[in-house]
């Protein structure tokens, strides 16, 4: 992603965290934010899959859906994410997370928040499908939730609220140096739906 370097270090607009590795940009859809929630939120398919943790089966507090343009799927902690082509919506963001980051992405992880008890935890996104290098574009879109950061073993975190319409770039390495996570926001009622655009660049068994 070498687009967002010291170029946007001085634009007012973009905001730069965790040692200039996330960089969150807020209206980076404008006026077509709205529309495209609606076009996701109608995407077919939305599933709430089961996760293998600490020995057991547990459903998984959101859904969600995998789309990619390479037809590869997605394994991660014994979910294993069949893929679908990319439906116009898709197409469109994506068009336009390429043309301003420079990454061409092949793959997109959608997560549908349904209300504030929906949440994932912390985690890194390092599976070895993605790859050594990786770069991750995330679209928000929805109810405003906070994204929580923080390095390995630390207590202290970075906190960023994701608006409707924004874009949130992870540039190599922070998925190496960084976690994240999205918590739970028992007062918030609406949903949101996050779309995280990568590259799966090995194929991934399910073992």
Known sequence: MKALGSKYHGDKNIVSKCDHLLYYIPNFLGQLSDSYYDHCARLDNW???QIYL??????????????????KPYTYSGITMSA????????KISNQVTKFSG???NSVLLNRYRNGSDKIGWHSDNE??????????????GAKRHLLTKRPGDKKSVELELEHGSLLLMKHPFQHKWLHCIPPRKLQNDERISLTFRTIVTAQDST
């Open 84 to 91: 679908k082509p990319y439906p116009p919506v898709i197409k």
């Open 47 to 49: 599933q709430q899959r």
């Open 54 to 71: 600490f020995g057991r089966w547990s459903k998984i507090p959101r859904l969600t859906l995998w789309y990619s343009v390479s037809g």
């Open 103 to 105: 990454q061409h992405f």
């Open 128 to 141: 070895k499908c993605l790859g050594e290098t990786i770069n991750i574009a995330t679209i928000s879109l």
